[in-house]
């Protein structure tokens, strides 16, 4: 394990798609670091031959649903909260990409 | 220098099932924009997935078709980007667990055998799409299509030249269709296909730098853009200029592959167990019950055509490429019991009819009866072969009973000898100079007689009685 | 029966059924009393006047009922408390509140609550902190600490809440409340919000130990819609309501009563413990040795899911959207940034550091397999009792702004709490003393997965022999 600088948080930041200004980058690298060496405490523990844990209850297997049709939402529910749409999309500002 | 070049496929397969892989919108191509969508493929908050088992089925058997092992225990994974289409952000995918894995299909290229191993097959959710008007600021969002089941199977970087990726869809696509799994409709999109390739100097164990090719609308066009790739990869390298690792696009108007410029930082998926979706185990007796219930896979079954239809291996592999032409054909042969001629017909006239159609042999809408019908006709002499195309053709246009056709288009083959040299006298009358050519051993202008003598009589005389009578009578 | 506001809804519903009392007059004077005090406790955010019963001979027939406000309720204003959020009108009922409402039960309102349950004091939210009925300048506990609060404050009859690491538990003990937390699949999580998809799970927070019977029960049960939900039958959660604990075996584990812990909070505990031995419980020592490394598998997991669980709140469907965004990107980010909390955006942060390139292993799946340690602790240690007891706080309530600025420290509070969730674990809070300075302290009791009647016999004897959840604040 290891700390964590402004550099990574800049980066993580951007991964999460938040922007952080100058003041806000130094108070979450801090803050960060300070969590993550408190987490460093479990390099204490080996666990080379455990099983990770995903799912805490472990007879929850094979959880299907029969291929058998449902009525969808009516369109006019699946806008209702939409912050901009035009006809019956829902409307975004242009992707910039070389697409 | 020479070069070999190294590819890897990727194909991503719609499941053809009623239902979405994680809700119960209905699984349908073109519907208005947002109507087939519900609170989980829409990642509203606070839904949840919960699996398809049909699309799961699906996955095990295309796993199990391509000779792959399936996973012993299966989980779903997330991968986390960011893209208006992927409505929650991040897509149910699978990472380190895959469905199945170390399968193969074999091709065959010039005549050489070769086989192509994959690498894994494995379940996800499809996007939505994206609209982009004409020039406008924004995009439009429709996720119709999000949440639809999707099967990606990667080979290994088998494949050494642009004919072999060719090769290894079409028969892939040739498998997926016997299964039953998949319209493979690339205009769709229920089949799209990405490429990786590299090229290095011939020998070479290192691999080169590989290029992602996406944007390939159809198997020629996978073949179009890897052959141009393999050139510039191998310009590029002449002229000292350094292959970078990217994405390109194939532009099928220009025949190029252009560079896909993105503002994104180097993608990390940050790939984790799916929390929301529980680990399946299949049983072992499950997938022996799923893998004896395969249908017969496009090699048992063109063993088996030229095995029981005496065919040569031509005509069985050509049969046997596509589900529906392999199994019209088969019903076409018991019910006429002429499978090579049935052949001839399938793989001549309606190949070429369909083929112009774009439609597949089944959608001529001619059954096994009819075609049987038609090859009875020319056999027992009622009608010619020339006449059977026109009948075919008929047939196939109006829909009617190829039998009904004849009788009431008067198709019936001449045979009587009285009309047949009522018509030779009306030729022989008509071309002295033929006449003469061939009592003077010109041979040939007997042919050029028993034509006009066809013409005469509209193409229903017996060919062979025409033959015979215009000998006859040039002989006296 | 005066005072409608203060009851239970055992006593509610059978005022209904042998008094004929008017289930519209609980509604009236609930919000009368919230007229009164709502304005100091701030426990609601969303109050619906025009709240109705639409089913009647149910369990719940005619009781009104508070839901957190990251539980979806169709039609209403459900935003986490999270501007980010802020209008987003779910088109359909979360399975538990369709659950209620089939029961009879009267949907009255939202509850306040930290940040998409990022907290453990109700300070995180977007629309200010809940103040505790006990003591107005001290938090609720959180993040279901609006749940809590209402309960504790007579606004409310009984309340749902959320729990990822605490979330029910802890504010239920520092308003001495009853909190139960399901074992994980007991309760549907369709329609709950996510924070932490392997740890949530919704449970009743109520003012006694008998109501929090009846609302588990109603609210139970396997739900095709939820993957995770376990297909086992609810049994008749009141039946487990019998007040013997003779032969009862009592885990205590050593690891829960260490240094650092308060020391009113440790006596009321202990104290407890001698309770139940007087009622003929056996109580034992065990071990749960792998305890002090929860609270950092828990930061890894809880965030690292979280910060997936929340991509989708991006400005393209549904809540905010920044304005003036040049590009999609730009909207994002915008959004984002301005829709997020201080917290939010931290245990985003690590979240997604957690789970980035080159550190998954050494961070989430670490986290995983240390995971996999405090199960198997706590598996071992339910061979030798049937249940296990420890405080459910390591202090009483904090002061508002207390521990704002030090998020490792707030972290450090959900210690006792967090480990059930690991785990997978039932566990329930119910009040077991005051401090010095009249602040409720809450004993916690966990059982085996799915021995939610356990609990409930453990903890409706303690309660029977008790007058702990019988006090109110003052307001």
Sequence with gaps: MSTIDKNAVRHVALLSRLSLDDKELDLYSGQLASILAYISKLNELDTKDVQPTSHAIDSLKNVFRRDIKKASLPVADVLANAPSKESDFFKVPQVIEGK | ?476 | MDNLYSQTARALKEAMANDGLDPRKILDQLFNRIAAVDSRIKAFVLVNKNAAQVKTGGALSGIPVVVKDNICVKGEDTTCASKILKGFKPPNDATVVRKLKEAGAVLMGKANMDEFAFGSSCETSCYGPTHNPWDLERIPGGSSGGSAAAVAGDEAIMALGSDTGGSIRQPASLCGVVGLKPTYGRVSRYGLIAFASSLDQIGPITKDVTDSAILLGAIAGHDEMDSTSVDIPVPDYTKALVNDVKGLRIGVPKEYFIKGIDRDVQESVKRAIEIYKDLGAVVVDISLPHTEYAVSAYYIIGPAEASSNLARFDGVQYGLRAEDAKDLIDMYIKTRSKGFGNEAKRRILLGTYCLSSGYYDAYYLKAQKVRTRIKEDFEKAFKACDCIATPTTPTPAFKIGEKANDPLSMYLSDIFTIPANLAGLPGISIPCGFSSGNLPIGLQIIAKPFAEETIFRAAYTFEQNTDFHKKRPAL
């Excluded at chain 2, 960011?82 to 193969?104: E, V």
């Excluded at chain 2, 994206?130 to 996720?143: F, I, M």
């Excluded at chain 2, 000292?240 to 998926?269: F, H, N």
């Excluded at chain 2, 799916?274 to 072992?284: A, G, M, N, S, T």
């Design chain 2, 1 to 476: 220098m020479r070069y070999e070049t190294v590819i890897g496929l990727e194909v991503h397969l719609q499941l053809d099932t009623q239902t979405k892989a994680f809700c119960g919108c209905a699984n349908r191509f073109g519907s208005s924009p947002n109507s087939q969508t519900c609170p989980v493929c829409l990642g509203f908050p606070g839904s949840l997935p919960v699996l398809n088992e049909k699309a799961f089925l699906h996955a095990i058997k295309v796993a199990l078709a391509l000779g792959c092992k399936i996973q012993d225990l299966i989980k779903f994974d997330r991968k986390n980007y960011y893209y208006p289409d992927l409505p929650k952000n991040y897509q149910i995918s699978q990472y380190d667990m895959p469905l199945s894995y170390d399968g193969r299909i074999d091709i065959k290229v010039d005549g050489k055998d070769k086989l192509i191993r994959i690498k894994r097959v494995h379940m996800e959710e499809d996007a939505g799409k994206l609209v982009h008007p004409e020039g406008a600021s924004h995009s439009l969002v429709d996720y119709n299509r999000a949440g639809t089941p999707l099967l990606e199977i990667v080979t290994e970087p088998d494949l050494s030249s642009p004919e072999e990726a060719y090769e290894y869809l079409t028969k892939l696509k040739s498998i997926l269709g016997y299964l039953k799994v998949s319209d493979c409709d690339m205009e769709k999109g229920s089949l799209r296909c990405d490429a990786n390739i590299s090229i290095r100097p011939a020998g070479e164990k290192t691999l080169g730098t590989k290029v992602e090719v996406k944007n390939m609308n159809s198997f020629k066009n996978v073949r179009q853009a890897l052959e141009h790739e393999e050139k510039r990869q191998a310009e590029a390298v002449e002229d000292k200029v350094k292959i970078v690792q990217e994405t390109r696009l194939w532009d099928p108007d220009r025949g190029v592959t252009v560079s896909m410029r993105s503002k994104e930082e180097a993608q990390d998926y940050r790939y984790f167990p799916e929390p929301d979706l529980v680990p399946f185990v299949v049983d072992k007796r499950v997938i022996e019950d799923i893998r004896s219930a395969l249908p017969e896979l496009p090699e048992a079954r063109r063993a088996r055509f030229m095995d029981e239809f005496a065919l040569p291996e031509y005509d069985a592999s050509v049969l046997t490429a596509d589900i529906d032409t392999a199994e019209y054909f088969e019903e076409s042969a018991r019910v006429s019991g002429k499978a090579k001629i049935v052949a001839n017909w399938i793989m001549g006239d309606m190949a070429a009819m369909s083929n112009a159609r774009n439609i597949g042999i089944r959608e001529l809408g001619l059954s096994a009866g009819s075609l049987a019908s038609i090859i009875k006709m020319i056999d027992s002499g009622a009608i010619s072969g020339k006449i059977a195309k026109e009948v075919l053709n008929d047939a196939i246009e109006t829909k009617k009973d190829p039998e009904e056709i004849v009788r009431l288009k008067g198709l019936t083959q001449i045979s009587d000898g009285g009309q047949i040299e009522t018509a030779v006298a009306a030729v022989l009358a008509k071309n002295e100079k033929s006449v003469k050519d061939y009592k003077d051993g010109k041979k040939n202008a007997l042919t050029f007689l028993v034509g006009q003598v066809m013409k005469e009589t509209k193409g229903k005389a017996n060919p062979a009685l025409v033959n015979e009578i215009l000998k006859k009578k040039l002989g006296e």
